[in-house]
């Protein structure tokens, strides 16, 4: 298995706008989680889907921030507008419940927005 | 409001002796607890986890110990290895159906040859 997949790796993108990060998760989980890492907060969760349903947005920053998993393959995180303030990593990860094995996270999406 | 606390940020050991990285937590609620390991660009790694209901588990060189009491974790890792230095984060679950993982801040390990 190829383990869960982000694209893209990198993202510098100007103030105001719109920015898409994508999720393809690993085959047959059906937990998909999307975490933010920032020094000054550390990982914090964004949202979370369990068979393609929104479980707990409420780590959501704000109206700006919204995530889609259209179907058990796919999932994107969207930002409109983007502000400088929204740089980060921006990880997703997937799991088979229950989680006492954790989750498989990708290798993340660093974004920059100037 | 930080439920999961690692006060170490960085931690340096010679190679061969052993790490002890710590964690201390303020919800009850929690029933799982994991370690993940993180390189610099790459995603964390699930390392190790333990049940509310243990306090201990190990596997190879890596032990979790939990005191539920206390609401502390930490990690032993004996023999300590170069290839240990990364980035440690602990995580709690919460409690029943909710699967969300709170994650610590982290605390850099350097283990020096």
């Known amino acids: 298995d190829a383990g869960v997949i982000q694209s893209p790796r990198h993202e510098v993108t100007e103030m105001g706008q719109e920015v898409t990060l994508r999720c393809k998760p690993i085959s047959g989980h059906d937990y998909l989680f999307w975490y933010r890492q920032t020094m000054m907060r550390g990982l914090e969760l964004l949202i979370y889907?369990?068979?393609?349903?929104?479980?707990?947005d409420s780590g959501m920053p704000e109206d700006r921030f919204s995530a889609k998993m259209p179907n058990a393959s796919f999932s994107t995180l969207k930002i409109q507008p983007s502000e400088p303030r929204d740089s980060a990593v921006y990880f997703c990860a997937s799991s088979l419940a229950p989680t006492g094995y954790g989750y498989t996270f990708g290798s993340g999406t660093r974004l920059t927005v100037v | 409001d930080q439920q999961v606390k690692q006060n170490s940020p960085s931690l340096s050991v010679q190679e061969g002796r052993i790490s002890i990285l710590n964690c201390d937590y303020t919800n009850s609620m929690f029933d799982y607890f994991l370690w993940y390991k993180k390189y610099p660009a790459e995603g964390p790694t699930f390392l190790i986890s333990?049940?509310?209901?243990?306090d201990k588990n190990e596997d190879g060189r890596f032990t979790v110990f939990l005191n539920k009491s206390a609401k502390h974790l930490s990690l032993h890792i004996v023999p300590s290895q170069p290839g240990d230095s990364a980035v440690y984060f602990c995580a709690a679950k919460g409690g029943g159906s909710n699967y969300k993982l709170t994650f610590g801040k982290g605390t850099l390990l350097t283990v020096n040859p």
């Open positions: 333990i049940s509310s209901i243990k």
């Open positions: 889907f369990n068979n393609n349903v929104p479980i707990d």
